[in-house]
Antibody, heavy 124, light 106 residues
Framework: QVQLQESGPGLVKPSQTLSLTCTVS??????????WSWIRQPAGKGLEWIGRIYTSGSTNYSPSLKSRVTISVDTSKNQFSLKLSSLTAADTAVYYC????????????????WGQGTLVTVSS | DIQMTQSPSSLSASVGDRVTITCRAS??????LNWYQQKPGKAPKLLIS???SLQSGVPSRFSGSGSGTDFTLTISSLQPEDFATYYCQQTYSSLNFGPGTKVDIK
């Protein structure tokens, strides 16, 4: 079955840009109506959706993060990536990647599967 | 933006109790509502999609209902492994989550 794995630096300095990659295994990232998403969770807090991408390159971002987020996809590597700029301590969180199935207007499945998550700390 | 609320924010219950968690959307989302369970240090697990569709492998004591703006997750008989935090999520427009409901042991 499809599995996801996040990778990237665990420590990033304030004002810098975070770059994370999610590698999809056990299936093609280009399959059907699969969209690929990033979600984050600060310690002790709730889940925040960051954005999603389709393999065509079409993206949707959370309005609260839109100005700082870029999600891209590399179908040749079966990977998609997150860049988050102008980091502050408030961006310290566990970052997850996940799959969701959507049509052109709405997503009809939940997020499944998820990666195990990677902790990113923003600190000098 | 569609805002999601959950109630209660936390509850204490005993094994065998019937537990109900409510999720409300700020505008209609039809049945584009999912429920997740998250245990400490783990990724969330999808329990229910499309408001009432139980995911494969999820025990039948979990059920979901609702449509429009008001939704419910019910655990018919709480088991020790069910103590966790539960999140709802709308996928009608954007993909945001509710704030969560923590279920702990009474």
């Amino acid at each position: 079955q499809v599995q996801l794995q996040e990778s990237g630096p665990g420590l990033v300095k304030p004002s810098q840009t975070l770059s994370l990659t999610c590698t999809v295994s056990g299936g093609s990232i280009s399959g059907g109506r699969d969209y690929w998403s990033w979600i984050r969770q600060p310690a002790g807090k709730g889940l925040e959706w960051i954005g999603r991408i389709y393999t065509s390159g079409s993206t949707n971002y959370s309005p609260s993060l839109k100005s700082r987020v870029t999600i891209s996809v590399d179908t040749s590597k079966n990977q998609f990536s997150l860049k988050l700029s102008s980091l502050t301590a408030a961006d310290t969180a566990v970052y997850y990647c996940a799959r969701v199935r959507c049509n052109t207007t709405s997503c009809y499945s939940g997020f499944d599967p998820w990666g195990q998550g990677t902790l990113v700390t923003v600190s000098s | 933006d569609i805002q999601m609320t959950q109630s209660p924010s936390s509850l204490s219950a005993s094994v065998g109790d019937r537990v109900t968690i409510t999720c409300r959307a700020s505008q209609t989302i039809n049945n584009y509502l999912n429920w997740y369970q998250q245990k400490p240090g783990k990724a969330p697990k999808l329990l229910i999609s499309a408001a009432s569709s139980l995911q494969s492998g999820v025990p039948s004591r979990f059920s979901g209902s609702g449509s429009g703006t008001d939704f419910t997750l019910t655990i018919s008989s709480l088991q020790p492994e069910d103590f966790a935090t539960y999140y709802c999520q709308q996928t009608y427009s954007s993909l945001n989550f509710g704030p969560g409901t923590k279920v702990d042991i009474k």
